[in-house]
T-cell receptor, first 115, second 114 residues
């Protein structure tokens, strides 16, 4: 069975500050891990994904995430927040060798960026 | 850029009525999915579909739900007799292969059951 836990349902940062959104996963098989972003009234957009290649993954809009097997973590970071980063962020996992690639999502973290 | 499109964007229906949510996946994709997000909760997998068959479904996907690819382009989710607790945002997604590492999501249909 697989699951993800996102610590912090709401995170607020100042514009220009570091963004750190936490995600821990549980998986009995090697996982694929994803971060999706949902802007208000829009669908889910893929930010980045880990698929067992490089452990540091770079995505769109300056975001990156590092897969740490020893910590079962896949935290999302961005060095300098921008107002346009305000959105809800979802971490998700799927089994790399699974029969389907259904995604198991975390509960989401709502990022607010203060001017 | 190809995208998954969903219609309508918002549907209001009375309890007990049937609703059909429509999705047009990306044209060369073969695997299709429905997810839902109840307000304030996480996105949950409902069903995956391939080669005109359900390949996997969750516990949520009971007999009230059905999926269909009626004409080779549309992918629909039908709820036969809606309940208040079916109110949610429903997302369609598609991917090229079963092992594809990226599913593309539509913008969602907000279903409100009154």
């Amino acid at each position: 069975a697989q699951s993800v836990t996102q610590l912090g349902s709401h995170v607020s940062v100042s514009e220009g500050a570091l963004v750190l959104l936490r995600c821990n996963y549980s998986s009995s098989v090697p996982p694929y891990l994803f971060w999706y972003v949902q802007y208000p009234n829009q669908g889910l957009q893929l930010l980045l994904k880990y698929t067992s290649a490089a452990t540091l993954v770079k995505g769109i809009n300056g975001f990156e995430a590092e897969f740490k097997k020893s910590e079962t973590s896949f935290h999302l970071t961005k060095p300098s927040a921008h107002m346009s980063d305000a959105a809800e962020y979802f971490c998700a996992v799927t089994a790399s060798g699974g029969a389907t690639n259904k995604l198991i999502f975390g509960t989401g973290t709502l990022l607010a960026v203060q001017p | 850029e190809p995208e998954v499109t969903q219609t309508p964007s918002h549907q209001v229906t009375q309890m007990g009525q049937e609703v059909i949510l429509r999705c047009v996946p990306i044209s060369n994709h073969l695997y299709f999915y429905w997810y839902r997000q109840i307000l304030g909760q996480k996105v949950e997998f409902l069903v995956s579909f391939y080669n005109n068959e359900i390949s996997e479904k969750s516990e949520i996907f009971d007999d009230q739900f059905s999926v269909e690819r009626p004409d080779g382009s549309n992918f629909t989710l039908k709820i036969r007799s809606t309940k208040l607790e079916d109110s949610a945002m429903y997302f369609c997604a598609s991917s090229t292969t079963q092992k594809a590492t990226e599913a593309f999501f539509g913008q969602g249909t907000r279903l409100t059951v009154v």
